[in-house]
C-alpha cells in the first residue's frame, strides 16, 4: 500500500504538523517549541522522567475510574 503524498516524512514535518493541527493539546505544542531551544540530551533526561511520573499517575487515575474507589499515593 502505497504512502500518501500528505503524510510528513521528516521529524521537523511530523513536528510542524503536530503544531498547525488545530486539535494537539497547547502543552504539547509549547513542549515542542520549547524543545527546539534545549540541549537534546537533557530532553532525553526529562522525557525519561515525565514517561515514569505521568504514565504512573495516569494508570493510577485512569485505574480508579474503572474501579470506582479514590486514588491512593503511589
Known amino acids: 500500500m502505497p504512502i500518501p503524498d500528505d503524510v510528513p ?3 521537523e514535518e511530523r513536528i510542524a504538523w503536530v503544531l498547525a493541527h ?3 493539546s497547547a502543552w504539547l505544542k509549547e513542549a515542542l517549541r520549547g524543545a527546539r ?3 537534546p540530551v537533557e530532553i532525553l533526561n526529562d522525557l ?3 514517561n515514569l511520573l ?3 499517575q495516569c494508570e493510577t487515575e485512569i485505574g480508579t475510574a474503572f474501579s470506582g474507589s479514590t486514588p491512593r499515593e503511589g
Request: aromatic letters at 0%; charged letters at 40%; a neutral charge.
Open 9 to 11: 516524512h521528516t521529524n
Open 22 to 24: 488545530p486539535r494537539m
Open 37 to 39: 531551544e534545549r540541549d
Open 48 to 50: 525519561e522522567i515525565l
Open 54 to 56: 505521568l504514565r504512573s
